[in-house]
T-cell receptor, first 116, second 112 residues
Framework: AQSVTQLGSHVSVSEGALVLLRCNYS??????LFWYVQYPNQGLQLLLK??????LVKGINGFEAEFKKSETSFHLTKPSAHMSDAAEYFC??????????????FGQGTILTVHP | ETGVTQSPTHLIKTRGQQVTLRCSSQ?????VSWYQQALGQGPQFIFQ???????GRGNFPPRFSGLQFPNYSSELNVNALELDDSALYLC???????????FGQGTRLTVV
């Protein structure tokens, strides 16, 4: 069984400040890890993914995440927040290969608020 | 290339009724997964269809059922609707050899 824990249901930052959204996972097999963003009343958009290549993954809109196996973590960061980053962010885990990428286990989500 | 499209975008049903939600997968994608996202929660995996067969199911009762058609589009059917079925239903498609799932905009179902 797999699970994801996102620490902090709400994170608030000032525009230009560092964004750090925390994600810890549990998996009995080597995981594939994903960060998705959801704007109000919309579907999910993939920000970035870890699929067992480089442990530091760069995504869209200046976001990146680092896979740390020893800490079972996959935290999302962005050096400088922009007002348009305000949204809900979800960390997700899946098994590798074949059709597994569609069988995602999600965390509860973190709502990011950006203050001017 | 069109993305994943879902219909309808919103609907309201009465408790005990049945509902069908539809999803067109992205071109070239033969796998469709369905998720339920209750208010304030992360999406939960309902089931997946691969080449017209169910290919894995989450912790949902049998009144949640689905179909996949030869063109890889899919339906989610929910019978005997309950108030707790009110949620955003998301469809995601993925391709053979791909490494990610692409999501549609969702269908917002309200059960009254």
């Amino acid at each position: 069984a797999q699970s994801v824990t996102q620490l902090g249901s709400h994170v608030s930052v000032s525009e230009g400040a560092l964004v750090l959204l925390r994600c810890n996972y549990s998996s009995s097999v080597p995981p594939y890890l994903f960060w998705y963003v959801q704007y109000p009343n919309q579907g999910l958009q993939l920000l970035l993914k870890y699929t067992s290549a480089a442990t530091l993954v760069k995504g869209i809109n200046g976001f990146e995440a680092e896979f740390k196996k020893s800490e079972t973590s996959f935290h999302l960061t962005k050096p400088s927040a922009h007002m348009s980053d305000a949204a809900e962010y979800f960390c997700a885990v899946s098994n590798a290969g074949g059709t597994s990428y569609g069988k995602l286990t999600f965390g509860q989500g973190t709502i990011l608020t950006v203050h001017p | 290339e069109t993305g994943v499209t879902q219909s309808p975008t919103h609907l309201i049903k009465t408790r005990g009724q049945q509902v069908t939600l539809r999803c067109s997968s992205q071109s070239g994608h033969n796998t469709v997964s369905w998720y339920q996202q209750a208010l304030g929660q992360g999406p939960q995996f309902i089931f997946q269809y691969y080449r017209e067969e169910e290919n894995g199911r989450g912790n949902f009762p049998p009144r949640f059922s689905g179909l996949q058609f030869p063109n890889y589009s899919s339906e989610l059917n929910v019978n005997a609707l309950e108030l707790d079925d009110s949620a955003l239903y998301l469809c995601a498609s993925s391709s053979p050899g791909g490494t990610e799932a692409f999501f549609g905009q969702g269908t917002r179902l309200t059960v009254v």
